[in-house]
């Protein structure tokens, strides 16, 4: 059982940066694979990053390669999402999620892998 909360949404520039991040309750954030994804208005949610529970391994979608790092700190119950060079095919609701499961092959990249998610945080990207 965790609870998550994302922040650091906001409206920026092409070529900018923001960091999200996402909190979570509960004893036991460290035995979940962390992952963002996000959702376009008219368009289906999409996979960006994971992060495996010791933080040692991440797997990006393509279009979020050499732009967009995640990272988690398992003593402050937190994963990070730090986006730079925004597109503004960028915008997007951000979501946090969480599973227990190993997801063998496939690293967890479908959003009916995860247990749990957060309400999302709004990214815009203006041309």
């Known amino acids: 059982q965790v609870q998550l909360v994302e922040s650091g949404g906001g409206l920026v520039q092409a070529g900018g940066s923001l960091r999200l991040s996402c909190a979570a309750s509960?004893?036991?954030?460290?035995?979940?694979?962390m992952g963002w994804f996000r959702q376009a208005p008219g368009k289906e949610r999409e996979f960006v990053a994971v992060?495996?529970?010791?933080?040692?391994?991440?797997y990006y979608a393509n279009s979020a390669k050499g732009r967009f790092t995640i990272s988690r700190d398992n003593a402050k119950s937190t994963v990070t999402l730090q986006m730079n060079s925004l597109k503004p095919e960028d915008t997007a609701v951000y979501y946090c999620a969480a599973t227990p499961t190993y997801c063998p092959g496939y690293g967890c990249s479908r959003d009916r892998d995860y247990n749990y998610w957060g309400q999302g945080t709004q990214v815009s990207v203006s041309s």
């Open positions: 992060i495996s529970r010791s933080g040692d391994t991440t």
């Open positions: 509960g004893r036991t954030f460290s035995t979940y694979v």
